[in-house]
Every structure is written in C-alpha cells, then in structure tokens.
C-alpha cells in the first residue's frame, strides 16, 4: 500500500524516473548521493527508498537518538554515531556495518548543500575499512532521474578511484545547479 502510494507521487505526479538497479543482494554498501544542493534531496531519497524496498541507512550523533526523536530517526533508518573512546568518525561508522546484517549507508560527500569544490573523502575511507562498495546515486533534476551506478570496491587509491567514481555523475543537474559539485576529468 505505502509502495503504490510513493509510486503515485513520485512517477505519476512529480515525473520522476528510476534508471539503474540496486542489487537486492548486497547488503552492505555505501550510497554516494550526488548532488546535494537542497533540501527536496531528502524526500526524494524517502521515496527512492520506499519504491525499491530496501534498506537505507543514514548515521547522525548519538544525542539525536534520545527521547522524543530517536524511536522516529531508527524507524527511518538512522543509526547513532557514538565517537567516545580512540575511535575516529571512518572508524566509528566501519564499526557501524560490522555490528549489522543489512546497512547501506547513503552519504552525500559533498557535506552541504552551498557550492563545493572538492568532496570529503569520509565516504570513500568508511568503504574501505567496512570493505564494502561504493554505489554512486545520481539525483538528476535535469532529467527528473534517479539514477543509479554499478558498485564498486575502493583500491586505496583514491585520486584514482574517485576519477572513476565520478564519471557517473556527469552531466547530472541537481535542484539548484550553480550549487552542485562538477565533477572534471
């Protein structure tokens, strides 16, 4: 019922397409999410999520967690970071994956939705330590698309990998464009 429901707003009412697949059997991944430039990212990951029936995975401080919110925030797929102790952040989410069965991980390395010239590299070192793939998600507003890559295992070279990486999203327009990240060749 909820899965016709997104399926209403998000193709019928809003135009908006899934190209590529999520393999249903990789259950551990992390989801680059390119570009963020607005808040109507959210929704749209909402609804991507809900179409295709998979988990997805958010992290945010573990005071968030806390009464009221935390009940709402794991029913939406978050998962409290908890930074005490020698543990760094890349540290602290590979932790995360080992502790469960199912985690795909969507992050936006871009890190805000202003105009960035560079990426955070967090994204690429949590797939490296937790040694799951990098599944590039484009959120095409040009093209009112979805789109989503073919996984791909970090090397630990990451000028490489990353050139490789971002190929995908090429020519991809997010909501506000002049904030997006370009990716060059």
């Known amino acids: 019922m909820k899965k016709s429901f997104y399926k209403l707003i998000f193709f019928k009412m809003m135009g908006w397409k899934i190209t590529g697949a ?3 059997n990789i259950k551990k991944c992390v989801l680059m999410v390119l570009p963020h430039t607005s808040w109507h990212d959210f929704y749209l990951g909402i609804f991507t999520r809900g179409i295709v029936g998979l988990e997805m995975n958010f992290i945010a401080k ?3 967690f806390r009464f009221p919110f935390g009940y709402y925030f794991r029913w939406m797929g978050g998962a409290p970071i908890d930074r005490v102790g020698s543990l760094n952040k890349v540290e602290a989410i590979a ?10 991980l969507a992050i936006s390395p871009e890190g805000t ?7 955070r590299s967090g994204f690429y070192y949590i797939a490296l330590k937790a040694n799951v793939p990098i599944i590039p998600v484009a959120f095409d507003f040009g093209k009112k698309e979805v789109n989503v890559g073919e996984p791909f295992f970090p090397t630990a070279n990451y000028e490489q990998d990353l050139k490789i990486i971002l190929d995908h999203f090429q ?15």
């Open 95 to 104: 932790k995360i994956f080992e502790n469960h069965t199912e985690f795909r």
């Open 113 to 119: 939705r202003k105009k960035t010239s560079e990426l």
């Open 22 to 24: 999520f393999d249903e």
């Open 62 to 64: 573990k005071e968030l």
């Open 171 to 185: 020519g991809v327009l997010g909501k506000i464009p002049e904030n997006g990240f370009t990716p060059l060749n």
